[in-house]
């Protein structure tokens, strides 16, 4: 018994993902991803009441600074970081695609809009008709 469809399987079809979109996808979703801790960050700094660094007349310097403090500015810094490389990413995986788009452009022939397709379908036909028949090898039986 046949299969229900005798018509051959679809080609696979691969996809290929330059680096540049690789990386702009991963700092995307990294920044994305990143707004969970970074909400932590603004929370530790609301609840403490962040102070910043001491002033240059104080006796206790750096030693006044709270890990907690230095740990949230260290998260809102990370995030800001992975937010400027997505955009910078972004823009580069955007100004590859124009460029290759308007190298293709300039690779196709010009065609003259008022050419008649139904002549060009015609002749193309009658070519394929034509080769048929001059074909090197017989027919099969």
Same mark, same amino acid.
């Given at each position: 018994?046949?299969?229900?469809?005798?018509?051959?399987?679809?080609?696979?079809?691969?996809?290929?993902?330059?680096?540049?979109?690789?990386?702009?996808?991963?700092?995307?979703?990294?920044?994305?991803?990143?707004?969970?801790?970074?909400?932590?960050?603004?929370?530790?700094?609301? %609840?403490?009441?962040?102070?910043?660094?001491?002033?240059?007349?104080?006796?206790?310097?750096?030693?006044?600074?709270?890990?907690?403090?230095?740990?949230?500015?260290? %998260?809102?810094?990370?995030?800001?970081?992975?937010?400027?490389?997505?955009?910078?990413?972004?823009?580069?995986?955007?100004?590859?695609?124009?460029?290759?788009?308007?190298?293709?452009?300039?690779?196709?022939?010009?065609?003259?809009?008022?050419?008649?397709?139904?002549?060009?379908?015609?002749?193309?036909?009658?070519?394929?008709?034509?080769?048929?028949?001059?074909?090197?090898?017989?027919?099969?039986?």
């Amino acid at each position: 018994m046949k299969p229900p469809h005798d018509s051959a399987p679809a080609p696979e079809i691969k996809t290929i993902i330059t680096p540049v979109e690789r990386k702009a996808h991963l700092y995307k979703m990294m920044t994305l991803l990143w707004c969970f801790p970074s909400l932590g960050g603004i929370v530790i700094l609301g %609840l403490n009441g962040f102070s910043g660094p001491p002033n240059a007349a104080g006796t206790q310097g750096a030693a006044s600074l709270r890990i907690e403090d230095l740990a949230a500015v260290g %998260l809102l810094a990370t995030h800001c970081y992975l937010a400027v490389q997505a955009r910078r990413f972004h823009r580069l995986n955007q100004a590859r695609q124009h460029a290759s788009l308007t190298k293709e452009q300039a690779t196709e022939p010009q065609t003259c809009p008022s050419t008649n397709t139904n002549s060009t379908k015609a002749t193309a036909k009658s070519a394929a008709e034509s080769s048929h028949s001059t074909a090197p090898y017989p027919p099969d039986r």
